[in-house]
Every structure is written in C-alpha cells, then in structure tokens.
C-alpha cells in the first residue's frame, strides 16, 4: 500500500515535513510513505487550464492517483492551511469527474510553534479535503510548540499525542483497504523438514 505524503510547507527546515516523515514510520508492514514534495512548482489555478493543466499539475494527479491514501501534515498560516496547499489541492480537484480525489482516503495531521497544534489548519483542511470528495479520517493531530514536541525522529515525544497518531495512520490505512499481517515465521514446532523426513526414514 502507498500513501502519499503531502507537507503544506515548503521550507527547507519544515517541522511538518519532518513530522511527516516521522509519520511514515510508523506505518505499518505493507505500507510505505511517499512524500510528494514538488507542492512548490504546481503555478496559480487557472480554470481555463484545468482541462489540460501545466506538467507538474498532472505530476500531482497521477501521484494522488498512483497512491491509495494521503497523509497531509499542515502548519497553520492566518488561522488557516498554506495557500500552497490549498491551490494544488484545487487543481486536482478538476475536473470533477475526472479528479483522483474523489474517493481517495485521506488524513490530516499538523504542527505549529504556537500553543495550538493548528487545529484551525486541520479542520480547514479536512473540510476543503472532504468537499473534494475524498474520504476523511475525522481524527486531528494538534502538536503545540512543536520545537520542543517532536523528537529528532519526527515523532511526538509526548505518549497520548504518538497514540493519537498511531490511531490516524490505523485509520487511514483501514480506509485505505487494510494491510494483510505478515506470515508468521517459522519455529521448531513447524512441519518437518527433508532432514527431519531424512531422520525418521533411517
Ligand atoms: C504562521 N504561524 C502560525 N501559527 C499558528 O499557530 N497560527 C497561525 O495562524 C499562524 N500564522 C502564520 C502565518 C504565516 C505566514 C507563517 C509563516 C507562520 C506559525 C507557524 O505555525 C510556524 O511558522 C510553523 O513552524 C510553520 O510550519 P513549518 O514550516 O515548520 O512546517
């Protein structure tokens, strides 16, 4: 299963993009994060366009439409997501019937320097991603002061929060169509081998 990993920052030193990344390993066996992080070449959305839209554009859609779920980490800018996001969201919303968004599973989590994790980025996000027709876990993930809330690995340092998103991820890889448990691996008590069949022929 891929998941597609989109940050709402561009910046080099981004704690989304690194809360992102975090994220991806704590999928599960069977499910890889694919960030996509050429967000910043997608141009202005022109509707005069969207019928044969500019490279990057149909670089984005394919991707939505090569991956089985997004996973979108947002800072908060003006109470509200990047215009970055919002626009190349916009674009692979058209045309509508042709939109790798409809339908898609989606999940959205975030990080601020303020106290309040970007909740209101979130909630924009998952309204703007639900009105697309994606299908969204209603889960947020609001990390706070997030210098100090991740940890050099992109993770939340604080248990309730890394719970909190190892729910999200469940939940988006269960809308996504699930992961099937890996074989259990072999033991001593597993059946017989050609030595052991060699041992009780002699
Ligand atoms: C912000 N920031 C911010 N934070 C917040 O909690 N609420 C807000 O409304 C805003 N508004 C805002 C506007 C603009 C233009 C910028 C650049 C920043 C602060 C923001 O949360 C902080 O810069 C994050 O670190 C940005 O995320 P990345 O780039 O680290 O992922």
Redesign the pocket.
Known sequence: MRILGL???L?E?????RLLRGAGTMLPEGAELVIFDQLGAIPPFNEDEESSPPAAVRAFKEAIASADGLLVAT?????SIPGVLKNAIDWASRPRAESPLVGKPAAVIG????L?G?V??QAEARKVLGSTGARVVDRELPIGQ?VEALGADGLPLDRDAREALQATLDELVELAGGVTAPAPAQTSSAPAGRADAQRAAA
């Open positions: 940050s709402g920052s910046r030193g981004s704690h989304n993009t800072p908060e800018y003006n109470s990080a601020s320097t303020g309040f970007a209101w980025a997030v």
